[in-house]
């Protein structure tokens, strides 16, 4: 099972474009959620999922926007990046809301705004 | 705001040397995970720790979940190179939907 992938895996853009990141699971799972790295700071949660065609705002959600159109995918957007925006994208998910179920991480997707 | 407070941030120790991650907080948390990440990958998940004062072992890692259900360490026995890699500590937040993390411990263990 290929389980969390993320693509692109390395971006570069310029202050002001836009792009969108995609995260696919194949594990059926119920539950998505987009977190951002920095060093230093862990996990911090951006927005997230708990079924298809619902979203909510996690702790740092400005700047992002996010769609789960199908159950399989969940996409974060910048409409407009910034310099601070500069981190290490992970998309996660989970089978169901217990918690003490596991987050089943992607491989992450570094931005660089320049 | 709940808040996960690890220390320390960062541990260079020699391989066979025995060391204690601690992750804390001042909320109550109805579990706590430990994962653990190597360069270029996501985290993987070590343990969940569920009942106050528990204690689980896994191989050389011991993780016991605080009594209050507020703190939760990592101890590694006899570390190894193997062991090297940033370790997380992650609590259910107020929604049970929602996983807050820890700013995580980066270990290197030399040979």
């Known amino acids: 099972n290929a389980g969390v992938t993320q693509t692109p895996k390395f971006r570069v853009l310029k202050t002001g474009q836009s792009m969108t990141l995609l995260c696919a699971q194949d594990m059926n799972h119920e539950y998505m959620y987009w977190y951002r790295q920095d060093p230093g700071m862990g996990l911090r949660l951006i927005h997230y999922s708990v079924g298809e065609g619902t979203t909510a705002k996690g702790e740092v959600p400005d700047g992002y926007n996010v769609s789960r159109l199908k159950k399989q995918n969940f996409l974060l957007g910048l409409e407009s990046a910034a310099p601070s925006q500069t981190s290490v994208y992970f998309c996660?998910?989970?089978?169901?809301?217990?918690?003490?179920?596991?987050?089943?991480f992607g491989n992450g997707t570094r931005l660089t705004v320049t | 705001t709940q808040l996960l407070e690890q220390s320390p941030q960062f541990l260079s120790i020699q391989e066979g040397e025995n060391l204690t991650v601690y992750c804390n907080s001042s909320?109550?948390?109805?579990?706590l995970q430990w994962y653990r990440q190597e360069p270029g990958e996501g985290p993987v998940l070590l343990v969940t720790?569920?009942?106050?004062?528990e204690v689980k072992k896994l191989k050389r890692l011991t993780f016991q979940f605080g009594d209050a259900r507020k703190d939760s360490s990592l101890h590694i026995t006899a570390a190894q190179p193997g062991d090297t890699g940033l370790y997380l500590c992650?609590?259910?937040?107020?929604?049970?939907?929602?996983?807050?993390f820890g700013s995580g411990t980066r270990l290197l263990v030399r040979p």
């Open positions: 909320s109550v948390f109805s579990s």
């Open positions: 992650a609590g259910a937040g107020d929604s049970s939907y929602k996983l807050i």
């Open positions: 720790v569920v009942t106050g004062g």
């Open positions: 996660a998910s989970r089978g169901t809301g217990k918690t003490n179920s596991p987050l089943h």
